[in-house]
């Protein structure tokens, strides 16, 4: 996330009676499915401001793009290398934080500007949430 003002999104998932059990069972399991889901859901925000930089045509850079939120095998207009990357996830009790961004030079002008982080957090809020409750999904039902 670039320094200034910061915009973030809470989602909060509700389990079933027969997942909500086996969960008390099993915490470490939905602690680990709670982090691959914020996980998944940082990519798909990560993936709205890379998209919408791409269509605003506000930077020419791979550099800039590539370092947005996560690492990716791609190389820009010009062949450029990816940026430095903020992909920083922490798990503080219950809850589990992903700060991601950009930390090129010029990320913190761009989102001052354009305000593309919380553009792309607005875009893509529902794909996140979506994303979010498959991967939980997901990973309980191949634990069982």
Same mark, same amino acid.
């Given at each position: 996330m670039v320094e200034?003002?910061?915009?973030?999104?809470?989602?909060?998932? +509700?389990?079933?009676?027969?997942?909500?059990?086996?969960?008390?069972?099993f915490p470490r399991v939905l602690d680990?499915?709670?982090?691959?889901a914020v +996980?998944?859901?940082g990519r798909v925000w990560a993936d709205g401001a890379k998209d919408i930089t791409r269509t605003d045509h506000? !930077?020419?850079?791979?550099?800039? !793009?590539?370092?947005?939120?996560?690492?990716?095998?791609?190389?820009?207009p010009?062949?450029?290398?990816?940026?430095?990357? $903020?992909?920083?996830?922490?798990?503080?009790g219950k809850t589990t934080?992903?700060? $991601?961004?950009?930390?090129?030079?010029?990320?913190?002008p761009l989102e001052k500007r354009f305000n593309i982080f919380g553009r792309a957090l607005d875009a893509e809020i529902d794909r996140m949430k979506a994303q979010g409750q498959t991967t939980i999904k997901k990973y309980i039902k191949n634990r069982m």
């Open positions: 200034g003002k910061a915009k973030y999104a809470s989602v909060t998932f +509700e389990l079933d009676d027969g997942m909500a059990n086996f969960a008390k069972q680990e499915a709670r982090e691959l +996980e998944s859901m506000h !930077i020419d850079t791979a550099a800039y !793009i590539n370092s947005i939120g996560y690492v990716r095998n791609e190389t820009g010009n062949g450029s290398d990816v940026g430095p990357v $903020i992909h920083d996830l922490k798990k503080e934080v992903l700060e $991601i961004g950009s930390g090129v030079i010029y990320a913190k």
